[in-house]
């Protein structure tokens, strides 16, 4: 089955600066990576996701990027902010139509300093 | 809010006891999905259903079972709970694209 690696488990960064998290995945066959953010006690929610055919997307201060060649997609938060802080997950799946089982990297800690 | 909601949010029970969790959807989706979570584990995939009486096993499905019994209702049982399978639960599901909608969570103990 799928495997996803996820890099660094803990990042803490100045406000303003940039934050960027690393994704690998194992089945070349995957086509859709979402990313999720996760406040202390709250659900996962959805902040970006990318597509296998699409090699980056924006939206405001975060962007993803995917490289399929070499299994690997990154999160960048511009900017950041004390609430961004957060753990993050990064996700992949072979999916189609509404069918998307997602297997989730272990997540990583983000903490913006004021 | 979310159109998904979990019962209960907390529950502790004694190690052995069958336990019950609920997960109610009003979206009319017919993917869900059942995740545990853990620390230094991330979401690790229980169980999932691609429709009524329509379900199949995640990577970490032993000593768990599911049903679904109607479109809206996808359940947990542990059935007989150990201390391992303390955790918190997520129920989620998924709609045109792949995004996912993940209830509040349960946070279950076992003593």
């Known amino acids: 089955g799928e495997n996803v690696e996820q890099h660094p488990s803990t990042l803490s960064v100045q406000e303003g600066d940039s934050a960027v998290i690393k994704c690998t995945y194992s089945d070349s066959a995957s086509n859709y990576f979402p990313w999720y953010k996760q406040e202390l006690g709250k659900r996962p929610q959805l902040i970006i996701d990318?597509?296998?055919?699409?090699g980056e997307k924006k939206d405001q201060r975060i962007a993803v990027t995917l490289n399929k060649t070499a299994k690997h997609f990154s999160l960048h938060i511009t900017e950041t902010q004390p609430e961004d802080s957060a753990v993050y997950f990064c996700?992949?799946?072979?999916?189609?139509?509404?069918?998307?089982?997602?297997?989730f990297g272990k997540g990583t800690l983000l903490t913006v300093n004021p | 809010d979310a159109g998904i909601t979990q019962s209960p949010r907390h529950k502790v029970t004694e190690t052995g006891t069958p336990v019950t969790l609920r997960c109610h959807q009003t979206e009319n989706h017919r993917y869900m999905y059942w995740y545990r979570q853990d620390p230094g584990h991330g979401l690790r995939l229980i169980h999932y259903s691609y429709g009524v009486k329509d379900t199949d096993k995640g990577e970490v499905s032993d000593g768990y079972s599911v049903s679904r019994s109607k479109t809206e209702d996808f359940l947990l049982t542990l059935e007989s709970a150990t201390s391992s399978q303390t955790s918190v639960y997520f129920c989620a599901i998924s709609g045109r694209g792949g995004s996912y909608t993940f209830g509040s969570g349960t946070r279950l103990t076992v003593v």
């Open positions: 996700a992949a799946s072979i999916g189609g139509g509404s069918n998307y089982k997602l297997t």
């Open positions: 990318i597509r296998s055919n699409v």
